[in-house]
């Protein structure tokens, strides 16, 4: 029986989790891409605490003008800028299941840009 997209995707995602977690000293970066949207957070798996989040969605990014992969890098540095401002200055990076190319690179980049360190 053949897997649609999404469910490729989440078999990828679980692979990718067991290795990627994310700690008090190191939090995981947790990319969501849908079509419209991107979202980010930062994440302290072993409280299970959200520290800092961006999206496409927020007012400030929103508001820009500019295609996806342009609103992507925004929402990275907003997300390293809030992470930074939570005292976390290391992370590691979740792509989930999703590939290190277009908006999802681009979002690591603004992350990186904003002061990140992956």
């Avoid at 053949?2 to 989440?10: G, H, I, M, P, S």
């Avoid at 980010?40 to 295609?67: E, F, H, W, Y």
Wanted: net charge positive.
């Amino acid at each position: 029986m053949a897997l649609t997209k999404n469910e490729k995707r989440l078999r990828i995602k679980s692979r990718i989790r067991k290795v990627v977690s994310g700690t008090e000293a190191r939090p995981r970066l947790a990319v969501f891409r849908s079509n419209k949207e991107i979202y980010a957070q930062v994440v302290d798996d072993v409280t299970g605490v959200t520290l800092a989040a961006a999206s496409s969605r927020d007012k400030d990014i929103a508001s820009d003008k500019g295609n996806k992969t342009d609103k992507a890098t925004l929402v990275g540095k907003a997300v390293a800028e809030r992470a930074i401002k939570a005292g976390v200055n290391t992370i590691s990076f979740d792509r989930g299941g999703y590939q290190y190319h277009g908006r999802v690179k681009s979002l690591a980049e603004g992350a990186r840009e904003g002061g990140l360190k992956f």
